[in-house]
């Protein structure tokens, strides 16, 4: 049987570590938006945001309850970065981010939400926009 030496002991608790971190994820939250941790993925959609062709949304607030997504549709011509808020940091609602770039004539889910609160959302690449802004009530 072959033994560890410590430089082997320090690589495998540095890997394990690491797996576990990886394991169990870090929804860069910062501890306390009302959806800390995001959902793990798309849940059955609540409600649907649709980016209208002259670029703003409607309808610009909905709620849903826990454990849902939102859907949203773009039928703008250009593509929107929609993003929790603040800008540029988005980190109250990891689950809004998980829609990154919403092309022209696309449609995306949020990840599930899982908490109740209430969540911004904006344009990254036009965050001064108000036509491009919403919330999402999670109950």
């Keep these: ?3 560890f030496t410590g430089k082997t002991w320090r690589l495998s608790a540095a890997a394990l570590s690491l797996s576990l971190f990886v394991a169990c994820g870090d929804d860069g939250g910062g501890g306390g938006g009302p959806t800390t941790p995001s959902g793990s993925g798309p849940g059955p959609s609540g409600a649907t945001i649709t980016v209208g062709s002259n670029g703003a949304v409607s309808p610009s607030s909905v709620s849903i309850t826990v454990g849902q997504s939102v859907t949203f549709v ?4 250009r593509s929107h970065e929609l993003a929790s808020d603040p800008h540029p940091a988005h980190t109250n609602c990891p689950s809004i981010n998980a829609l990154g770039v919403l092309g022209a004539g696309q449609t995306k889910l949020t990840n599930s939400f899982s908490a109740a609160g209430t969540c911004g959302f904006h344009d990254h690449n036009d965050p001064d926009n108000n036509s ?3 919330t999402i009530t999670i109950r």
Excluded: E, K, P, V
């Excluded at 773009?74 to 011509?77: G, L, V």
């Design 132 to 134: 491009l802004t919403g």
């Design 74 to 77: 773009s039928n703008d011509t």
């Design 1 to 3: 049987m072959r033994s």
